[in-house]
């Protein structure tokens, strides 16, 4: 089993569609947790940070954690085809651990 | 504010060649990495590095050499290029203060090609 697991789509939405991304992991010890985003071509750039369980929100963006279920969500209210790109889980043990494992992202494409 | 860069962004090289990328951060981050990323594998991790002179192995360092002289800067050789290094290479750094904010971010990428 992986570590990390994400489905790699592609998930294909209308425009104005609400978008639920997500990745499952078998390490307990994680508790440090970002969703990426990356354009065609680009590199990832970091779009959400949590810590521990609970949600988080910026703009449109959402990203929840439920340790107990070792499951985390992110979700993109009234998407937009400027959406469109992959998106990366990445998490942490922290406490002395520098590294993220990664998943191996999803593809997202908002149709206009 | 430049960030992090990477250079070159696109090579081409023979198999059996030596290439060198570069990398360089202007945040003065002690941590950073470099991964390859591949179709069906996401992004792994070659090699890391802690602070200058402090390099460690990652997911697939062979075939790779890394050194860190000063904090800004961190080269990746590939001492005799075969085709399945053929990759996009990130470059990454990142800043954990005590085990917290272990976020990294990425550099632009190179395309290295091995003919």
């Known amino acids: 089993q992986k570590e990390v697991e994400q489905d790699p789509g592609p998930l294909s939405v209308p425009e104005g569609a609400i978008v639920s991304l997500n990745c499952t992991y078998s390490?307990?010890?994680?508790?440090?947790f970002m969703w990426y985003r990356q354009y065609s071509r680009k590199g990832p750039e970091l779009l959400m940070y949590t810590y521990s369980s609970g949600n988080k929100e910026d703009g449109r963006f959402t990203a929840q954690v439920d340790k107990s279920s070792k499951y985390i969500s992110l979700f993109i209210r009234d998407s937009q085809p400027s959406d469109s790109a992959t998106y990366l889980c990445?998490?942490?043990?922290?406490?002395?651990?520098?590294?993220?494992?990664f998943g191996k992202g999803t593809m997202l494409l908002v149709s206009p | 504010d430049a960030g992090i860069t990477q250079s070159p962004r696109y090579k081409i090289t023979e198999t059996g060649r030596q290439v060198t990328l570069m990398c360089h951060q202007t945040?003065?981050?002690?941590?950073m990495f470099w991964y390859r990323q591949d179709l069906g594998h996401g992004l792994r991790l070659i090699y890391y590095s802690a602070a200058a002179d402090i390099t460690d192995k990652g997911e697939v360092p062979d075939g790779y050499v890394v050194s860190r002289s000063k904090t800004e800067n961190f080269p990746l050789t590939l001492e005799s290029a075969t085709r399945s290094q053929t990759s996009v290479y990130f470059c990454?750094?990142?800043?954990?203060?005590?085990?917290?904010?272990?976020?990294?971010?990425f550099g632009p990428g190179t395309r290295l090609t091995v003919t």
């Open positions: 990454a750094s990142s800043e954990p203060q005590g085990g917290r904010k272990v976020e990294q971010y």
């Open positions: 945040w003065s981050h002690s941590y």
């Open positions: 990445a998490m942490s043990a922290g406490s002395g651990y520098s590294t993220l494992t």
């Open positions: 390490n307990s010890a994680f508790q440090y």
